[in-house]
């Protein structure tokens, strides 16, 4: 990424646009001079800078409803900035969840891959406690070697499901065979979300 080739206007600022990585909903339009995307780069976090105060704005700093950067993109133009965030709380200041949205409804948007962060996040805090009698904490004790051993046992039952054309059983395979990946992503320290942005950049 070479934030050289940014075409900031006569101010010194680019406008940036801020998207939910995950319900794809725009949240805000703000804007960003070099520090302020240089920050953002270097922290994960969204960074902006505030015309009417005329300094940088760590978004959240004080709210406490940071967004976590997940995907930056630069416009065909150079001349505008695209932020791909996942928000921890509402991105307006009014409580609404997108500077769009005429509700005040501060909860984000249902989304149906939730489950898998919230799955990931607990299995992270089994791997850290390693509680007696969790099965999740005897396979992370066990290492790597048996919790990949897993993976190929539960991908050969979700094979069978298949070749038995049996839909409920097909779902609850292709589950345990989910759950045992977040287990070894877990265990190597890689997140879901690394996982789906090599999945977008590919797509894209």
Same mark, same amino acid.
């Given at each position: 990424?070479?934030?050289?080739?940014?075409?900031f206007?006569?101010?010194?600022?680019?406008?940036?646009?801020?998207?939910?990585?995950?319900?794809?909903?725009?949240?805000?339009?703000?804007?960003m001079?070099?520090?302020?995307?240089?920050? $953002?780069?270097? @922290?994960?976090?969204?960074?902006?800078?505030?015309r009417?105060?005329?300094?940088l704005?760590?978004?959240?700093?004080? +709210?406490?409803?940071?967004?976590?950067?997940?995907?930056?993109?630069?416009?065909?133009?150079?001349?505008?900035?695209?932020?791909?965030?996942?928000?921890?709380?509402?991105?307006?200041? @009014?409580?609404?969840? +997108?500077?769009?949205? +005429?509700?005040?409804?501060?909860?984000v948007?249902e989304?149906s891959?939730?489950?898998?962060?919230q799955?990931?996040?607990?299995?992270?805090?089994?791997? @850290? $406690?390693?509680?007696?009698?969790s099965? @999740?904490?005897?396979?992370?004790?066990?290492?790597?070697?048996?919790?990949?051993?897993?993976?190929?046992e539960?991908?050969?039952?979700v094979i069978?499901?298949?070749?038995n054309?049996d839909?409920?059983e097909? +779902?609850m395979?292709s589950?345990?065979?989910?759950?045992?990946?977040?287990m070894l992503?877990t265990?190597?320290?890689? $997140?879901f979300?690394?996982?789906?942005?090599?999945?977008?950049?590919?797509?894209?």
């Amino acid at each position: 990424m070479n934030i050289e080739q940014i075409k900031f206007d006569e101010k010194g600022l680019v406008p940036a646009i801020i998207q939910d990585a995950r319900s794809k909903r725009v949240l805000t339009l703000a804007y960003m001079n070099k520090e302020a995307l240089q920050q $953002t780069i270097k @922290t994960g976090e969204t960074v902006l800078y505030s015309r009417s105060r005329q300094e940088l704005w760590h978004k959240g700093e004080t +709210s406490g409803h940071t967004q976590e950067v997940a995907h930056i993109e630069f416009d065909c133009d150079q001349d505008a900035v695209l932020l791909h965030v996942i928000p921890n709380g509402p991105a307006c200041h @009014t409580g609404s969840y +997108s500077c769009f949205s +005429s509700d005040k409804n501060t909860d984000v948007p249902e989304d149906s891959h939730a489950i898998l962060e919230q799955l990931q996040n607990l299995l992270i805090e089994r791997k @850290t $406690t390693l509680p007696e009698g969790s099965y @999740t904490a005897k396979l992370f004790q066990e290492g790597v070697d048996r919790i990949a051993k897993k993976i190929g046992e539960e991908a050969g039952e979700v094979i069978i499901a298949a070749k038995n054309d049996d839909a409920e059983e097909l +779902s609850m395979e292709s589950a345990d065979l989910l759950f045992h990946l977040l287990m070894l992503l877990t265990d190597r320290g890689v $997140t879901f979300e690394q996982v789906l942005d090599v999945l977008q950049q590919r797509h894209q």
